[in-house]
């Protein structure tokens, strides 16, 4: 199988003598003039093919083969989701330089002869010969930090001829090995009785998957990193997806106390050196635990023990590019083909975990409390038809006073709008004219700070004109409605002693400006912070007793499945960041609709009731998770031929007991980055296989090369 999104699944290749190679071995072959990587795949050869028509394998590469459960996995992944499967296994192959065997490097090892009782050594030197059995090879630094002396110290035995050259083992980059023994904090009684199941969970080296809900600030971390402790324990791999791994700073922090050590890291941001190291370490079982994004999943993990989703509700963990995946529902594939443990994390779980826990298909254990003295927020909604805030404001006056309070008290105050920018919609007050994107069905939104007009979609930007661009009036553009940027300026105006932190993703563009900011608020050096929702995320921020949610009506707007579950999950993860430590929090939510059933969730803490409704608004119409939905995205930078391709497939939708299409119909998002997009919706009742459906229905229609189609199975955006 080649890594290329190539329909045919596997090519034929002869395996010349001398070479050898078995399913998972890595291998170089040609293909129309050039030289590619593959996976030796199991499964028969094509037998109608002659002889004298295959290629020879040019190269075998010295890695470790791909292990059975992950070539299951990209099948598995490829059938589920309508992709090549070569499309899948590039995934797997994200690292091609990790398939050469690791550049050998030098190191020393004790001189053999040389013995030590009638040596006179400093305490420094002999520090550095501890460090070393007999044998064993490591190299100057790590032995220098090791024996907590400096390289010349070693330099120094080497002159002596007490050590001399050698080169290291074959290999890789080494992960320490995080100590599962190493103190943990002691567990309150109700952890140490779901961190039990979850050990024997493990221990028992089964699939199996366990739910584990608890309010904010229960502690689901401490009792899950026990059941990573258990995993490193059997000897087996970790895994661990955070959905957003560049901010975890305080969640790495808490694995370093757990395990005395740093975990490997998986996510696009690292160098392509670390890349490399990181795959081949993997690879070599060289890496206990691995924490990333999404795309670790399809790592060559040689035997995986454990899949942790934490925060598992979380749309971020949808794919929406190139294979169309979820993550979290690929976890639980992966775990299931590895015969490992998965754990799903979540205050707020999903519709579909919860379900699946409520059928019996997942184990639920449960945290009632939040661990010490905290209690919960005490939250309530502000209605903003009875407290308005002030022309051309957004800051409503109980919640101003409410932040003033907390200000006076010296505690910590936090703002939430999830919108970057400075406004969403700039307007022309003389003939009304927007301005949009012209790539996309997309208002531009303004970024002050910058000066510019940007397009959230495509990444369109311009500068703010200074006549309308459309009746050349001048000074008429007018921004309409909040974004963080300037709610952060009338904080400024309302507070101008506080001292403010601005949390989005320009301010807070990678894992170490997220970390510094953390320490920051953390420390005390920071009295607001205003934020989108990266401020959502799981941070622990001790002295925050007040959280002020701009617009809690935002998510609701709009068509989708999902909008109310979605606002709800967000406002209770970015409510539970309040009151987290012993002064008591709260929460206040600007709303319009105070008695929407959200707002009413929210207040009451009711979540369950709340789901439960959910649960029983899609029921009768087989909505997911009681139905299977699968979205077809037709594109075209031809209008014309969008639409012809979209009722052709319209035409041609597949008909039966239990199915029906919805659409064509324009998408919200009509045009993207100068694409013209239509949707249809198949909709199945559960029973009902999709694929095949899709398959089928996709090979009937003839389209033509500049129409894409993009299918989306269980999609989670509609734009
Ligand atoms: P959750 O993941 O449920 O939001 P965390 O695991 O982050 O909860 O726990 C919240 C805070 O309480 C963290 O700072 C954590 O270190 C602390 N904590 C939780 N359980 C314990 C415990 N048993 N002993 C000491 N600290 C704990
Ligand atoms: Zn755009």
């Known amino acids: 199988m080649l890594p290329l999104p190539l329909d045919a699944g596997t090519y034929d290749y002869r395996l010349p003598p001398g070479l050898v190679a078995a399913p998972g071995s890595f291998v170089a072959v040609p293909l129309g003039g050039r030289e590619v990587l593959g996976v030796v795949w199991d499964g028969e050869p094509d037998a109608s093919l002659p002889a004298s028509r295959l290629k020879d394998i040019q190269a075998v590469l010295d890695a470790p083969p791909m292990g059975e459960s992950l070539r299951r996995f990209v099948e598995w992944v490829a059938a589920y989701t309508l992709s090549p499967p070569g499309a899948v296994l590039r995934m797997a192959m994200s690292a091609p330089a990790a398939l050469d065997r690791p550049a050998q490097r030098a190191g020393w090892q004790l001189a053999p002869g040389a013995i030590r009782e009638e040596l006179k050594l400093t305490p420094a030197r002999a520090r550095v010969l501890d460090a070393l059995d007999i044998g064993e090879v490591r190299s100057a630094t790590d032995l220098a930090a090791e024996a907590g002396v400096s390289p010349g110290v070693v330099r120094g035995l080497a002159d002596a001829g007490l050590l001399v050259p050698a080169l290291l083992p074959a290999g890789s980059h080494r ?35 366990t739910l584990l809900t608890g309010v904010t600030g229960s502690g689901k971390t401490e009792v899950y990193l026990d059941a990573v402790a258990e995993c490193l324990r059997q000897g087996r791999q970790a895994l661990v997806l955070l959905p957003e791994i560049a901010l975890s700073a305080q969640w790495l922090e808490r ?83 590895a015969n490992a443990a998965c754990i799903l994390v979540s205050a707020t779980p999903s519709l579909e975990t919860l379900t699946n826990a409520e059928q019996g298909r997942y184990d639920h254990l449960h945290l009632s409390e939040r661990h ?45 709008l999830n919108r970057r920018g400075y406004a969403p919609l700039t307007l022309c007050r003389a003939c009304g004219h927007r301005m949009r994107c012209p790539n996309c069905t997309a208002w531009l939104v303004e970024h002050r700070a910058q000066r510019r007009l940007q397009c959230h979609h495509c990444g369109h930007a311009e500068p703010i004109p200074p006549t309308c661009p459309e009746c050349n009036a001048p000074g008429t553009l007018t921004p309409v409605g909040p974004g963080v940027e300037r709610v952060v300026e009338e904080a400024t105006a309302l507070f101008p002693d506080a001292r403010r932190i601005v949390m989005a993703s320009d301010t807070i563009p990678g894992p170490a400006a997220a970390a510094a900011a953390a320490e920051a608020i953390a420390a005390r050096q920071v009295d607001l912070i205003v934020g989108t929702q990266i401020v959502a995320k799981g941070w622990h921020f001790p002295h925050l007793t007040l959280v002020g949610v701009v617009d809690a009506d935002l998510g609701l707007a709009g068509g989708d499945l999902r909008a109310a ?52 608004g899609r029921r009768p119409g087989h909505w997911p998770p009681f139905g299977r939905l699968a979205a077809l995205i037709v594109s075209s930078e031809d209008e014309r031929e969008a639409d012809r391709a979209a009722r052709d497939l319209g035409l041609a939708a597949p008909r039966g007991p239990g199915v029906e299409v919805l659409g064509p119909a324009p998408a919200p998002l009509a045009l993207l980055r100068g694409r013209h997009r239509r949707r249809l919706l198949l909709k199945a009742r559960r029973d009902v296989g999709v694929q095949p459906l899709l398959r089928d229905w996709l090979d009937r229609v003839k389209l033509p090369n500049s129409v894409r189609v993009q299918v989306d199975v269980d999609p989670v955006g509609f734009l």
């Open 372 to 416: 010490g003295s905290a209690g919960m927020p005490a939250v309530e909604a502000i209605d903003l038809r009875r407290h308005p805030p002030e022309r051309g404001r957004f800051l409503s006056p109980p919640l101003i006073e409410a932040v003033q309070e907390t200000l006076a008290r010296g505690e910590q105050a936090m703002l939430f």
């Open 255 to 337: 694995f370093r106390r757990r395990f005395g050590v740093d975990p490997a890291l998986w996510h696009s941001e690292l160098t392509s050196r670390t890349r490399r190291d990181t795959w081949r370490a993997v690879a070599e079982g060289a890496a206990p635990v691995l924490v990333g994004a999404r795309s670790a999943l399809f790592l060559p993990y040689p035997d995986l023990g454990l899949v942790i989703v934490d925060e598992e509700h979380e749309t971020a963990f949808k794919q929406e590019e190139g294979v169309v995946y979820h993550a979290r529902d690929m976890a639980v594939v992966r775990a299931r083909l």
């Open 175 to 209: 992960f320490p090995r995080p100590d599962p023994d190493h103190p943990g904090p002691t567990l309150a009684p109700d952890q140490a009785q779901a961190a039990e199941a979850l050990r024997a969970r493990v221990a028992a080296r089964a699939f199996g998957v």
């Open 565 to 616: 579950e979605r606002t709800l999950q967000l406002l209770h993860q970015v409510s539970g960041r309040a009151g987290r430590a012993e002064a008591p929090g709260r929460v206040l939510l600007q709303s319009f609709a105070p008695d929407h059933p959200v707002m009413h969730a929210l207040v009451s803490g009711d979540v369950a009731a709340f789901m439960a409704e959910e649960a029983a």
